[in-house]
């Protein structure tokens, strides 16, 4: 079978000895931009490691929204430690996945990625959306206040992989009131790296608590553009995912 022709372009993009694949989908008439980590999930089923995509591409057409690209940022085998701003907590648990080493991510994001961004297309603005560790390296950047950023899409953030440390960056964090928050969970989530029935019997309850407890703290901060979503339904993949980016880029688009 032939394989389908990809609308996106790859640019490997460097600082230092840090470097990272982008996949850009950028419409003729996009004037602002998504920026989406786990790239290779973003715009084909074809390109995942499991099969399912966030099918970016598509959602774009079915919300009739023409003035936004789509930029994602491929992970790598570094992948928790760059998305995971803390260590993780739940090694009592077998889960022993890294984390703490966000800071040379998003710096890399700031410093590269949106000034090349920029350089080449000049776009007015940035959205950032991420899933699970991903919308962890997304509310840890929207912690930096970036000016070139304006929405953030936070959905299934996993804070209790490092609750202990989450509550302490509570404190002090402050976001963006001016920014957009889209905040996402569902209501039947599991995570393949939690064996433990103990566990794996919270976890649902844990991301509908995380999700509140995100809200409270943009809200916390003056946000007034925010929503909250929690779907009793929905699991822990980009099918779930499709529906709340669907919005999220409908109200992108309208910034």
Known sequence: MRKKKRKYEIAVISKGAYARTLRIYVPKKADRAII???GQNVFYDGD???GKSWRAIDVLGASGVKNTAVIGIDSTNTRDDDYMPFPSELGAYGVTSGGGKADEYVDYIETKVIPYLDGRFGFKFYG???SS????AT???ASRRNARVKAY???STPLFVSSKAFDGFFETARFDETAYYAIYAGGSESVGEVTDPELSARIPDFFVNDALAVTNAVR????KKLWLSVENESVHDETSWRLPE????TEFSKL
Do not use: E, I, T, V
Not at 133 to 136: F, K, P, R, V
């Open 36 to 38: 989406m980590h786990d």
């Open 48 to 50: 995942s490691s499991f």
């Open 128 to 130: 950032m959306l991420g």
């Open 133 to 136: 560790a991903g919308a962890l």
């Open 139 to 141: 509310l840890y950047f």
């Open 153 to 155: 899409g936070m959905f």
């Open 220 to 223: 916390a901060s003056g946000a």
């Open 246 to 249: 669907k919005r999220f880029m």
